[in-house]
């Protein structure tokens, strides 16, 4: 018998299908990591098989690309709490992208800023919610290979107690209006999560944007995250803890992984095989020449 996170995961959907995402909630006391972004084994296996079957070669083994990044800042008034934040702490977010994505030969540009004044919004955009849709519609810019960041509150209804949630990089086609990351404001460098407040939220949730699962997909059985470097894991790691090694034979649990649930202080870096994943989904569903 699995854990309730497995169970979770289990009945989860994502974007694509017309089920509403269940996310994992927050502790009752302060926010622990908790993303929004969930996808079925089920939906992991068919994706795969498209993937498999669509994946476009590599241009060269040491390609690089540089990606558009769009801020939209949605606020409900103009305060740190009331998600205003400065732009000092955007371009600190985007040094803290370029260097954690220095491995995987992707770097990040700041195209532009743009505030949006929305209490609804900052307070209510959760996953499949109207208030998610009515805010990407109307403010989304670029094509399959531009980020868009959307940092709001996440402070009622569905959406609260996560850090963040992001759409993959196989949904752009039929969803791409949907597509980009949506993140708590206070995640950013320098602000005022406790534990997550290096900016590796974002780093976390860019990653799902460019085609990785959690290392702890799938838990110990099968193909995991589909990659071959990052080793199983029953259930997602939290803090920072030593010695952790929750499936027999694969090795000490990934905890320094940006596509864990640990601390930001506790993550380190993408493996190589992440970093091969992120190429290919970037070539086949984004059209990056990478
Ligand atoms: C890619 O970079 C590595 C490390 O710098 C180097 O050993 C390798 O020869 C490079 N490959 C190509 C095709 O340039
Ligand atoms: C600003 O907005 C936040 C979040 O909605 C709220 O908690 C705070 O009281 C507001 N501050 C002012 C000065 O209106
Ligand atoms: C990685 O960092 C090195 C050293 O600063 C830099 O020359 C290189 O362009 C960076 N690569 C990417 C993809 O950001
Ligand atoms: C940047 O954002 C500002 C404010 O939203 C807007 O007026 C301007 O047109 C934008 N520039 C570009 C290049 O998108
Ligand atoms: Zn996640």
């Not at 993303?35 to 498209?50: L, Y």
């Not at 590796?200 to 290392?215: D, I, N, P, Q, S």
């Not at 894991?233 to 939290?238: F, H, K």
Request: proline share 6%.
């Amino acid at each position: 018998m699995h854990s309730s996170i497995c169970f979770a995961l289990l009945l989860a959907s994502s974007l694509v299908a017309a089920v509403p995402r269940p996310f994992i909630r927050d502790a009752p006391v302060g926010r622990r990591r908790g993303c929004g972004t969930h996808i079925t084994a089920a939906r992991v296996a068919s994706s795969e098989r498209r993937f498999q079957a669509q994946r476009l070669p590599p241009e060269s083994e040491n390609a690089t690309a540089t990606l558009d990044v769009y801020f939209n800042v949605v606020f409900s008034n103009e305060t740190i709490e009331g998600g205003y934040v400065p732009d000092q702490q955007i371009h600190d977010q985007i040094k803290v992208l370029n260097d954690d994505y220095n491995s995987t030969g992707i770097s990040w540009r700041l195209a532009n800023i743009t505030r949006i004044k929305s209490e609804d919004w900052f307070l209510r955009v959760a996953p499949e919610s109207t208030e998610e849709k009515g805010l990407k519609k109307s403010f989304r810019q670029g094509d399959a290979g531009t980020l868009n960041v959307y940092t709001v509150g996440l402070a009622e209804g569905d959406g609260q107690g996560l850090l963040g949630y992001a759409t993959f990089p196989m949904d752009f086609e039929s969803e791409p209006t949907s597509d980009g990351v949506v993140l708590l404001h206070s995640t950013l460098p320098g602000s005022s999560s406790d534990k997550y407040n290096l900016g590796r939220t974002l780093v976390h949730e860019v990653g799902h944007w460019a085609g990785l699962y959690h290392t702890f997909q799938g838990g110990c059985t099968g193909a995991g995250d589909e990659v071959d470097d990052t080793p199983p894991e029953e259930s997602p790691a939290y803090g920072c803890p030593q010695n952790r090694d929750t499936c027999p034979g694969g090795g000490p649990d990934p905890v320094h992984n940006f596509m864990d649930y640990t601390d930001d202080a506790c993550m380190t870096g993408f493996t190589k095989g992440q970093a091969k994943r992120i190429k290919a989904q970037l070539r086949t569903y984004r059209h990056v020449d990478v």
